[in-house]
């Protein structure tokens, strides 16, 4: 199982805010590696969304915002769109000497 | 533009040998990394090894050393992976993806993916 932490389904309705939260531990996101998002569309491969936490690279809309605390990063995507349901996945190193992935969130929109 | 494509889709035999290839175009192949990433039916996204596309150099998740092989050609832009004695659970979506750096000092995450080839394994 994953050493990154999400829970497995979040919803909100159009319009709305949702978080989606990530947990590690100090060997991973505690111990200063960046996290980093994905998007990942029915059938599509997974789309860069946040990289260091809470950048955003060109082309992804200022509704998707990220942050960290202590051992878990946070994923927060406000006025919530229809085209925004997808699978999400964090992203880290852990000191393990292994990359590491989320379980994976499915964000349903109302 | 950035481009990963790679090979189509595979169908093994348990025991067999999968070899995926994954083009770059439209930056500077050694200047990145490449990493390999599947995703089994229905399930989330798991890290295989990464590639230093420059020196050829490679690390491999725990759970597939001895087991993958990747390479690269930097006359065609192309890397490698090769996955041997496959099994039924080895049935997945593989992914190359590109980062900019190391998997430990790597700011930028996986920025540019290929298409997805799917393995199927099965008697």
């Known amino acids: 199982q994953s050493v990154l932490t999400q829970p497995p389904s979040v919803s909100g309705a159009p319009g709305q805010r949702v978080t989606i939260s990530c947990t590690g531990s100090s060997s991973n996101i505690g111990a200063g590696y960046d996290v980093h998002w994905y998007q990942q569309l029915p059938g599509k491969a997974p789309r860069l969304l946040l990289y260091?936490?809470?950048n955003r690279p060109s082309g992804v809309p200022e509704r998707f915002s990220g942050s960290k605390s202590g051992t878990s990063a946070s994923l927060a995507i406000t006025g919530l769109q229809a085209e925004d349901e997808a699978d999400y996945y964090c992203h880290s190193y852990d000191s393990s000497m292994t990359v590491l992935f989320g379980g994976g969130t499915k964000l349903t929109v109302l | 533009q950035v481009h990963l494509a790679q090979s189509g889709a595979e169908v093994k035999r348990p025991g067999a040998s999968v070899k995926v290839s994954c083009k770059a175009s439209g930056y500077t192949f050694t200047a990145y990394y490449i990493q390999w990433v599947r995703q089994a039916p229905g399930q989330g996204l798991e890290w295989m090894g990464v590639?230093?596309?420059?020196?050829?150099?490679?690390s491999y998740s725990q759970k597939f050393q001895g087991r993958v092989t990747m390479t690269r050609d930097t006359s065609t832009t192309t890397v490698y992976m090769e996955v041997s004695s496959l099994t039924s659970e080895d049935t997945a979506v593989y992914y190359c993806?590109?980062?900019?750096?190391?998997?430990?000092?790597?700011?930028?995450?996986?920025?540019?993916w290929g298409q997805g080839t799917t393995v199927t394994v099965s008697s």
């Open positions: 590639i230093n596309s420059s020196g050829g150099t490679t």
């Open positions: 260091g936490y809470s």
């Open positions: 993806a590109r980062s900019q750096y190391y998997p430990t000092t790597d700011y930028y995450g996986l920025d540019v």
